[in-house]
Nanobody, 125 residues
């Protein structure tokens, strides 16, 4: 059974930082591209960042560039999202998502096959 378990969310002040983690199990972790997606209250699901199977290629929503960094440690079956300079607009539930294949394809960024349960990130003073 494929499982993706996120952690690391919480309450942070504007300008602060958080690092999210996602541990994958039930599949060969280093064979698949992964992403972070998020959903703010009352909003549609939004893709945030993607990474290829070996971490060699990374992709970001334009507004995240320079603030967020996606990475993975295949030896630990773990995906990360380092988030800096957070604003209230980053408040959302963050999910990690797994794709069908090893390469991230931007046009299919929301066409993942599994998603975790999510971790809440709240940015507020």
């Amino acid at each position: 059974e494929v499982q993706l378990v996120e952690s690391g969310g919480g309450l942070v002040q504007p300008g602060g930082s958080l690092r999210l983690s996602c541990v994958g199990s039930g599949f060969t972790f280093d064979m698949y591209a992964l992403s972070w997606v998020r959903q703010a209250p009352g909003q549609d699901l939004e893709w945030v960042s993607g990474i290829s199977w070996n971490g060699g290629s990374t992709y970001y929503l334009e507004s995240m560039k320079g603030r967020f960094t996606i990475s993975r440690d295949n030896a630990k079956n773990t995906l990360y999202l380092q988030m800096n300079d957070l604003t209230s607009e980053d408040t959302a539930v963050y999910y990690c998502a797994k794709y069908h294949g090893p390469q991230f394809i931007y046009a299919r960024r929301l066409h993942y096959d599994y998603r975790g349960q999510g971790t809440q990130v709240t940015v507020s003073s």
